[in-house]
């Protein structure tokens, strides 16, 4: 049974859709049979594999809330062993949509039990809020990362988002845990950069991932090809950091174990 991973955090720009894209990329060239699940309704998850949300014509929206089959919508990606389910800008009316559905906050998970036994990961790219789609994520998921953004307002919001999946780890998914929280958009030439690094390290201690996302250029252009950064260039750092991340993970789920070499623990 695959391990379903939420990708969340309601503020803005701190690299969700690219963790999302790029994890999901990196564990499928390691071989590990994976499903991305685009949940936002701007939909970059799904033109960044590849797929224009305007050609879309059956996304997960329906299968929330036409209770459509998901195996009859997945898209096979130009990544090997890399799947999707796209999202729609139609997405946007679901929060008011399910307001009155029964069992309203486990529609996600009702999606995704029909498709978990076929991948060994799933993992779900959230919208920038804390909605209703994003609570129906954190219902349906097994664990979530949370990205922050190595900037002044890094643990802005932070504690929001923290206190939402403790109302849904009591109320609705006991189960649900935090896999970490993932540095990202480092630039080590900046000093705030690196104080950041150490002030959500020495807050969150063991929570925060060991590998740090740099920022790099080519990491930012690889959607705009419609690609992830492991088929634009997989030699460049963007490329480096998600593979090492991937492989983080993998350890964390004794899936397989890192030479120390291996992993990228230093800021510089």
Do not use: W
Request: charged share 25%; hydrophobic share 40%; glycine share 6%.
């Amino acid at each position: 049974m695959g391990k379903v991973i939420a990708i969340a955090n309601q503020k803005g720009g701190v690299g969700k859709t690219t963790t999302s894209m790029n994890l999901a990329a990196s564990l499928a060239v390691l071989e590990h049979r994976t499903l991305l699940i685009d949940a936002d309704p701007q939909a970059n998850a799904t033109s960044g594999v590849g797929f224009d949300p305007k050609n879309i014509k059956t996304s997960i929206y329906e299968c929330i809330i036409d209770d459509v089959d998901p195996l009859k919508i997945i898209l096979e990606s130009s990544t090997p062993n890399l799947d999707l389910i796209p999202a729609h800008i139609d997405l946007v009316g679901a929060e008011i949509e399910i307001i009155n559905m029964p069992n309203r906050e486990k529609l996600m998970r009702k999606v995704i039990q029909k498709i978990r036994d076929r991948y060994e990961f799933i993992l779900i790219d959230c919208g920038p809020s804390l909605g209703l789609v994003t609570v129906n994520v954190l219902t349906a998921a097994d664990s979530v990362i949370i990205p922050v953004q190595c900037e002044y307002f890094a643990l802005e919001g932070l504690g929001k988002l923290l206190n939402t999946i403790k109302i849904v780890q009591t109320r609705l998914n006991p189960d649900l845990e935090i896999e970490g929280i993932l540095l990202t958009m480092y630039d080590n030439r900046l000093r705030l950069a690196k104080q950041v690094v150490e002030e959500v390290r020495m807050h969150f201690q063991e929570m925060v991932f060991d590998t740090i996302i740099h920022r790099n250029i080519k990491l930012g252009e690889a959607p705009s090809f419609g690609e992830t950064i492991i088929m634009h260039d997989i030699q460049s750092k963007g490329a480096i950091n998600y593979l090492n991340f991937a492989r983080e993970i993998l350890q964390k789920n004794d899936l397989t174990r890192l030479s120390n070499d291996e992993k990228q623990i230093s800021t510089e």
